[in-house]
């Protein structure tokens, strides 16, 4: 039976007013259809087993024994040439890796685990102060290349074959501070995903969602600017709190930077002391932060210069 759902202040990150623009700019990128009503899901979820549309079912030994209570779902690029190679990696023992669902180009999904299982997809990562989210996430695979490197008029994938410029998208990862060329994903995978956020959240009563590489930004890049995980979140997520935590800058002048560090460079003027901001991703030293004015400006901070605001 599905799980009530528990709201957080601190971990549905995005406002109505951000949820919809969000939501806006995301259909008209993406071509992802409105978000589906519950009722008419395709997917449906029957002891932890998923049922619905072009849905297969393998079992992966890379797993922990015992029960999870997932907290979080967390997006994923396979960074494979096909679903069919990654599906088989997942489930080598060489592999010594997992996830919960692939999900194929075609919309196809493939589950390798019940999503209670605790499968091997996060690896070293923490989020809101949790570390090893292995242990409290359900993890999606998407099928898709991940980033190319261009050579001449064709773009290269690690494992060798070449894909054309109309397959891909030159983007910067939040990250980082150059352009790279990245596969895109298609419109019923992306919708898949929807479908099945939508599920997953509302089943056991999910507290965000995130990417690897929220979770494990040192180390990782996935899902990738191509993967519209904001949309994707306002739609599921953002929708179910409209009041966003804001703290206040306790510095003099405090940098906010594009990246969680200071190696990366400044997003725009220094905060005064006072000035309020809104949370958007919370991490163990940086936080996302969406400034409360109208300069439309976000960026990362560091914690030790910010404070909750408590007399609201």
């Known amino acids: 039976m599905p799980a009530k759902i528990r709201t957080s202040r601190r971990s549905q990150t995005r406002g109505s007013a951000r949820a919809r623009k969000a939501s806006a700019q995301g259909s008209r990128t993406t071509g992802i259809t409105p978000a589906l009503a519950p009722d008419m899901n395709p997917f449906v979820i029957v002891d932890h087993r998923l049922s619905g549309p072009m849905v297969e079912h393998r079992t992966t030994p890379n797993r922990s024994p015992g029960t999870i209570v997932p907290r979080y779902l967390v997006f994923h690029y396979t960074a494979g040439r096909s679903v069919q190679e990654s599906c088989n990696w997942l489930c080598n023992p060489e592999a010594r890796a997992s996830a919960h669902l692939v999900i194929g180009r075609d919309g196809s999904v493939t589950q390798l685990a019940p999503f209670n299982i605790k499968t091997w997809h996060a690896g070293i990562s923490q989020w809101e102060g949790l570390t090893g989210l292995n242990g409290h996430a359900i993890g999606i695979e998407m099928d898709n290349a991940g980033w190319f490197r261009e050579s001449g008029d064709r773009l290269l994938a690690w494992f060798g074959d070449t894909y054309s410029k109309t ?93 969680p560090g200071i190696e990366f460079e400044l997003a725009g003027a220094p905060l005064a002391r006072g000035t309020e901001v809104f949370i958007l991703e919370k991490g163990a030293r940086w936080t996302k932060v969406d400034v409360s004015d109208d300069t439309d400006l976000e960026g990362w901070v560091a914690n030790r210069f910010i404070e909750a605001i408590t007399d609201r």
Not at 210 to 229: N, S
Request: hydrophobic letters at 40%; charged letters at 30%; aromatic letters at 6%.
């Open 167 to 259: 397959q891909a998208i030159q983007a910067r990862h939040k990250l980082e501070q150059d352009q790279r060329w990245w596969h895109t994903y298609t419109d019923i995978q992306l919708q898949r995903a929807l479908d099945l956020a939508l599920l997953l959240v509302r089943h056991y009563a999910l507290l965000d969602i995130v990417g690897h590489d929220d979770i494990a930004p040192d180390r990782k890049r996935d899902p990738g600017p191509a993967f519209p995980l904001d949309f994707i979140r306002a739609r599921v997520v953002g929708r179910q709190q409209d009041e966003r935590e804001r703290v206040r800058v306790i510095a003099d002048a405090l940098n906010i930077r594009k990246g």
